[in-house]
């Protein structure tokens, strides 16, 4: 079969069998794409650091007759995160890119929004300053992938909150004013509100230079890392070590 | 129903939890194993017996041991002032090869793995603090390998340690980045030993 080319994230590797890789690509060409890289645990000399998660390659990978796996036949490293310091919170802010990717993604479907998304945030994502393209990532790939409710208005009543408080609870789809507001919801401040609509109007870039501590938006963080875990259904790993980072 | 006896089937399972052995490999030793005599099963079983019972981590540097202190550890002749973090005890052999290095180990049992969920506290890390802070030391080289997961350890571990007021470094990047420098080979371990830069 025909060699394809594409650019694509490197988003994880699992070990398979003595010396190969598992290989989970989000390539451009056709979305979450998993293939094998033989001999790619032993002899490093043909992938090099091509396969450390989050690297933006350009690949060649080839389908297989009536095989699920692709094959990996080279990558090209065209931006690799370890060409800048990998501090700590960068590792978990790149490992949480990482595993939204993996688990909100499905399989064989292209989709250049998300990548041109990807390729900026990471572009962005470099030192110890974590807090703007993570909160950007997670607002974008939640709309993106259709989750994000209309955030100016109740769900229970369609009344605006612009102007008003608003609340989010783990278990309901929307935001909701004082007066609908379940028992245990959490407040989304009128400020985040308005960074998210914001960041949907500005390219990340635009977001970068100013100062952005843990505290600014992380009501809003908190709403979309519900939300996103109420669709796939499980807990994020990262989530909960992003949290831990003082 | 298997097509297998009820021990043979046991066996099998327990081979396919070793990593790189799928079924038919399993299988293929099962049947090994049941072909080979009495004797050198009885020594197989006994060898992996003991290996648990005899082997544990050295209470100083957490490499495998048989005797507490490890080799290294209790080693008059090795420079106790001077410490190589690796992540894993097999990373050890591979500073070994190289002849060059008379210093003594610390291992740390994994790196930090987001994806994972190990965090620095999942890592043998506070008896290394520990082993830093009697002021025995001079210089601690960190020599986790050249992936994301190794960078991020060893920029957490250098933000650590530096703050014990000691000599930090890192090895040189001889090793190809994303590799594992088990399979470096002397020469390029040796050099990256001597190109390491102070953090
Ligand atoms: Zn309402
Ligand atoms: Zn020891």
């Given at each position: 079969?025909?060699?394809?080319?594409?650019?694509?994230?490197?988003?994880?590797?699992y070990?398979?069998?003595?010396?190969?890789?598992?290989?989970?690509l989000?390539?451009?060409?056709?979305?979450?794409?998993?293939?094998?890289?033989?001999?790619?645990?032993?002899?490093?000399?043909?992938?090099?650091?091509?396969?450390?998660?989050?690297?933006?390659?350009?690949?060649?990978?080839?389908?297989?007759?009536?095989?699920?796996?692709?094959?990996?036949?080279?990558?090209?490293?065209?931006?690799?995160?370890l060409?800048?310091?990998?501090?700590?919170?960068?590792?978990?802010?790149?490992?949480?890119?990482?595993?939204?990717?993996?688990?909100?993604?499905?399989?064989?479907?292209?989709?250049?929004a998300?990548?041109?998304?990807?390729?900026?945030?990471?572009?962005?994502?470099?030192?110890?300053?974590?807090?703007?393209?993570?909160?950007?990532?997670?607002?974008?790939?939640?709309r993106?992938?259709?989750?994000?409710?209309?955030?100016?208005?109740?769900?229970?009543?369609?009344?605006t909150?612009?102007?008003?408080?608003?609340?989010?609870?783990?278990?309901?789809?929307?935001?909701?004013?004082?007066?609908?507001?379940?028992?245990?919801?959490?407040?989304?401040?009128?400020?985040?509100?308005?960074?998210?609509?914001?960041?949907?109007?500005?390219?990340?870039?635009?977001?970068?230079?100013?100062?952005?501590?843990?505290?600014?938006?992380?009501?809003?963080?908190?709403?979309?890392?519900?939300?996103?875990?109420?669709?796939?259904?499980?807990?994020?790993?990262?989530?909960?070590?992003?949290?831990?980072?003082? | 129903?298997?097509?297998?006896?009820?021990?043979?089937?046991?066996?099998?399972?327990?081979?396919?939890?070793?990593?790189?052995?799928?079924?038919?490999?399993?299988?293929?030793?099962?049947?090994?194993?049941?072909?080979?005599?009495?004797?050198?099963?009885?020594?197989?079983?006994?060898?992996?017996?003991?290996?648990?019972?005899?082997?544990?981590?050295?209470?100083?540097?957490?490499?495998?041991?048989?005797?507490?202190?490890?080799?290294?550890?209790?080693?008059?002749?090795?420079?106790?002032?001077?410490?190589?973090?690796?992540?894993?005890?097999?990373?050890?052999?591979?500073?070994?090869?190289?002849?060059?290095?008379?210093?003594?180990?610390?291992?740390?049992?994994?790196?930090?793995?987001?994806?994972?969920?190990?965090?620095?506290?999942?890592?043998?890390?506070?008896?290394?603090?520990?082993?830093?802070?009697?002021?025995?030391?001079?210089?601690v080289?960190?020599?986790?390998?050249?992936?994301?997961?190794?960078?991020?350890?060893?920029?957490?571990?250098s933000?650590?340690?530096?703050?014990?007021?000691?000599?930090?470094?890192?090895?040189?990047?001889?090793?190809p980045?994303?590799?594992?420098?088990?399979?470096?080979?002397?020469?390029?371990?040796?050099?990256?030993?001597?190109?390491?830069r102070?953090?």
């Amino acid at each position: 079969m025909a060699l394809k080319e594409s650019e694509a994230i490197v988003l994880r590797t699992y070990p398979l069998r003595e010396a190969d890789l598992l290989v989970t690509l989000f390539t451009r060409l056709e979305g979450k794409v998993r293939a094998v890289a033989r001999s790619a645990k032993k002899s490093r000399r043909r992938f090099g650091g091509a396969l450390e998660p989050l690297t933006f390659v350009r690949a060649y990978y080839e389908d297989r007759e009536r095989q699920e796996l692709a094959r990996l036949d080279s990558c090209e490293v065209l931006e690799s995160p370890l060409s800048s310091e990998v501090s700590y919170p960068r590792a978990i802010a790149l490992g949480h890119v990482a595993e939204l990717l993996d688990e909100l993604l499905p399989e064989r479907e292209a989709n250049d929004a998300v990548f041109r998304l990807v390729v900026a945030v990471l572009a962005r994502l470099r030192g110890t300053e974590v807090w703007m393209p993570i909160t950007y990532f997670e607002l974008w790939m939640t709309r993106l992938m259709g989750y994000l409710p209309e955030l100016s208005e109740c769900i229970a009543c369609g009344r605006t909150l612009n102007g008003g408080r608003a609340f989010f609870h783990a278990l309901a789809d929307g935001l909701m004013c004082a007066a609908d507001k379940r028992l245990a919801s959490s407040e989304i401040s009128a400020e985040s509100r308005g960074l998210a609509a914001q960041m949907f109007r500005a390219p990340v870039e635009s977001f970068a230079g100013a100062p952005w501590p843990k505290a600014q938006a992380a009501d809003l963080r908190k709403f979309l890392l519900q939300t996103l875990q109420r669709h796939i259904e499980k807990k994020l790993v990262t989530a909960a070590m992003l949290e831990k980072i003082s | 129903m298997s097509k297998f006896a009820e021990p043979m089937v046991r066996l099998i399972d327990e081979l396919k939890k070793l990593p790189g052995i799928g079924s038919k490999t399993a299988q293929r030793l099962a049947f090994h194993i049941l072909r080979s005599s009495d004797d050198d099963a009885e020594a197989l079983a006994a060898a992996v017996r003991d290996v648990k019972a005899s082997l544990r981590l050295c209470t100083i540097c957490n490499n495998i041991t048989d005797v507490d202190l490890c080799v290294y550890c209790s080693s008059a002749t090795r420079n106790q002032r001077l410490i190589c973090v690796v992540e894993e005890p097999t990373n050890i052999a591979a500073i070994e090869k190289t002849k060059h290095f008379n210093g003594v180990y610390h291992v740390l049992h994994g790196s930090i793995s987001p994806l994972h969920g190990v965090g620095p506290e999942q890592l043998r890390i506070s008896n290394l603090i520990r082993r830093v802070e009697g002021g025995q030391v001079d210089e601690v080289i960190l020599a986790t390998n050249p992936t994301v997961e190794g960078e991020a350890t060893a920029t957490y571990l250098s933000g650590q340690l530096r703050r014990a007021g000691l000599k930090v470094t890192r090895i040189a990047m001889g090793i190809p980045v994303g590799s594992d420098i088990e399979y470096a080979d002397e020469i390029t371990m040796l050099k990256s030993i001597e190109g390491r830069r102070e953090l």
